[in-house]
């Protein structure tokens, strides 16, 4: 079944303990994303990749890494979280960017940052 | 500064009537309009996708209309069915289609 899978789903922790969360599709897509929606302003993006090795910040890139070291893949890494990083993130993944091709999202991860 | 607004915030109808959602946005330059459906809790789910060229696209009882000219959009339901409560969100993306704007959504409700 073509998904993209992310973990964990549901994640509570202290501020300033590193985690990660794992965005995984298979689609063989190029183009993947990392959103964060918050009650009353609509998802945003933090940040994207075109392609392995090619990453960019989005909108709201600021206390987030990521890196794509293979094509399925896009980690989103929280170095230091703090409360601010409290929310809903989605992962996304499209065939190519710069087009129409539609953007599938995973199921999303709700972090809670104490 | 690039936006994408929605009215209304939130909307009540009864199964089986129509209804139609608005979207507005100054993104620029642009490349293409697209509506999702969000159920709660769960990832959006792409509905339809409009370049500038295109004034009206289908997906089963849902329709969205753009004029590029105002930077308007609607998505129009028909028939509401209990399983069309969601949210509806407005995204645009800019002209390389690398970063998407998305507006705040509409919650609909509809009720039996």
């Known amino acids: 079944e073509a998904q993209v899978t992310q973990n964990p789903r549901y994640l509570i922790t202290v501020t300033g303990k590193k985690l990660t969360v794992t965005c995984s599709q298979n689609?063989?897509?190029?183009?993947m994303s990392w959103y964060r929606q918050d009650p009353g302003l609509g998802l945003r993006q933090i940040y994207y990749?075109?392609?392995?090795?090619?990453?960019d910040k989005g909108d709201v890139p600021e206390g987030y890494k990521v890196s794509r070291k293979e094509k399925r893949n896009f980690p989103l890494i929280l170095e230091s979280p703090s409360p601010n990083q409290t929310s809903l993130y989605f992962c996304?993944?499209?065939?190519?960017?710069?087009?129409?091709?539609?953007?599938?999202f995973g199921p999303g991860t709700r972090l809670t940052v104490l | 500064k690039n936006q994408v607004e929605q009215s209304p915030q939130s909307l009540i109808i009864l199964e089986g009537k129509n209804c139609t959602l608005q979207c507005n946005y100054t993104v620029s330059p642009f490349s293409n309009l697209r509506w999702y459906k969000q159920d709660t809790g769960r990832g959006p789910v792409s509905l339809t996708i409009m370049t500038f060229s295109e004034n009206t696209k289908s997906n089963g009882r849902y329709t969205a209309t753009l004029d590029a000219d105002t930077k308007q959009s609607s998505l129009h339901i028909t028939a509401s069915q209990l399983s069309d409560s969601a949210s509806y969100i407005c995204v645009v993306a800019d002209n390389y289609g690398q970063n998407f704007v998305f507006g705040p959504g509409t919650r609909l409700s509809v009720l039996p």
């Open positions: 996304a993944s499209s065939l190519e960017s710069g087009g129409t091709d539609t953007q599938y």
């Open positions: 689609m063989n897509h190029e183009y």
């Open positions: 990749s075109m392609n392995v090795e090619v990453t």
